[in-house]
């Protein structure tokens, strides 16, 4: 069936309607013929108080009593100084707040006249994020000032400590010029890390006396930074070894049961408050012929996303079975789930679910699982539903 005019027209008035960024129309004369309600929400008026008004109200000074001559001075010249280019611009809300936005402007024919739309893009927790960066690089600068300061007092008494000695010594010219080596190999040697360990204790020593709780925490995010990076840095090396055809699977048999509660029982210790790994094996087999190293590496990197994304209080199904000469292996949560726009890119590298958020991670992870699972001539299938959940299964033929 065809599409009609008025089909176009509904569709378009929809996406505006449901748009993220602000968007707001005007005609030649400045004045404002419509604004979508994510514009609304965020300037603060409703569409009955602006649309008739002149765009300058949604502007601070200066620009709030030159915008006037700017869309006269294009209209007569039509030498572009928003039009087309875009850029970062202050918007006023209601409130009298001054924000900063991202403006995209575009001109627009339509049934012979001319229509400026201009495209908002709320930028205030960019900048937000940009002045905390800015004060938390001013700190680092006065603390590496002072980390500097002190390093090189302590460098003056070493050294005037030094001169006390040579002097007093002069007749025990060897033990000097050990003493001299000495010295000058621990202050270059031992700078650094003394003075990250004089850094970190003066900060935890701060936090000490003034009872601060931020000492777990911070700690605790150290710990989990270094995790992160550290899986980073791994998932990358498995991804270089994978395209260099360094990585061979070597096949032997083992206990798939055995297997099973092992990483269950490592698993189970770094799964979230309240979050339980069942295990259950089926079928009279235990015993099957295949890459032992490679199963596990799938399996707890399955296992860590369920438990990565599943909530506390939540419980995992890790489920293997071998009937008939096939090894299947199952793990399922009841976590955020994949949204289905996402299915078919899953597996490529480096790509992430857009409803994964903050949660960290490279887009490695399941891509590297494949290969692994395909290396052993193995097949994998998922099931996702959003906020649902996600079931993987891996299927492996015996190997002879």
């Known amino acids: 069936m065809a599409t009609t005019s008025s089909d176009n027209t509904a569709l378009v008035q929809a996406i505006i309607q449901n748009a993220i960024d602000g968007i707001i129309t005007i005609d030649d004369r400045g004045m404002i013929e419509s604004i979508n309600p994510a514009a609304s929400d965020l300037f603060g ?108 007092h302590s460098l003056k008494e070493l050294q005037n400590a030094k001169d006390t000695v040579s002097t007093s010594l002069q007749k025990e010219k060897d033990l000097s010029q050990l003493k001299s080596r000495f010295v000058s190999m621990a202050s270059h040697e031992f700078r650094t890390p003394l003075s990250s360990v004089q850094l970190s204790a003066s900060l935890i020593e701060r936090y000490a006396l003034s009872e601060n709780p931020n000492i777990t925490k911070h700690v605790n995010k150290i710990k989990s930074a270094v995790t992160n990076l ?24 083992f206990n798939v049961v055995r297997l099973g509660e092992e990483i269950t029982e490592e698993m189970q210790l770094v799964s979230k ?43 995992i199904e890790f489920n293997t079975e071998i009937q008939e000469n096939v090894l299947t292996v199952v ?61 993987v299964t891996f299927t492996f033929p015996v190997q002879p």
């Open 45 to 152: 008026y409703s569409s009955i108080e602006v649309i008739g008004k002149n765009i300058s109200m949604l502007m601070p000074s200066p620009d709030k009593e030159r915008h006037d001559q700017y869309l006269s001075r294009y209209q007569e010249t039509r030498v572009p100084h928003m039009i087309g280019i875009g850029r970062e611009v202050k918007g006023l809300k209601k409130d009298g707040v001054v924000f900063p936005f991202r403006l995209a402007l575009s001109e627009v024919q339509l049934a012979g006249r001319i229509i400026y739309t201009g495209f908002i893009h709320d930028l205030s927790r960019e900048k937000e994020a940009e002045e905390k960066l800015r004060e938390h690089y001013v700190e680092l600068e006065a603390q590496v000032k002072e980390r500097t300061q002190s390093l090189q």
């Open 230 to 253: 550290t899986n980073i840095l791994n998932d990358f090396l498995l991804h270089e070894r994978l395209d260099a055809g360094k990585v061979e699977p070597t096949f032997t048999l």
């Open 273 to 315: 408050d309240g979050q339980d790994i069942i295990y259950q094996h089926t079928g009279v087999e235990s015993e099957f012929r295949l890459d032992q190293y490679l199963l596990k590496n799938c399996i707890i990197n399955l296992i860590s996303n369920a438990i990565k994304y599943s909530g506390e209080n939540t419980f």
């Open 331 to 391: 793990i399922k949560d009841y976590g955020i789930g994949i949204p289905e726009k996402d299915h078919a890119q899953l597996f490529e590298p480096f790509f992430r679910a857009h409803n994964t958020g903050t949660i960290p991670g490279t887009g490695l992870g399941l891509h590297i699982v494949r290969r692994y699972v395909m290396l052993m001539n193995g097949s994998i299938t998922f099931e996702s539903n959003l906020d649902k959940g996600t079931s």
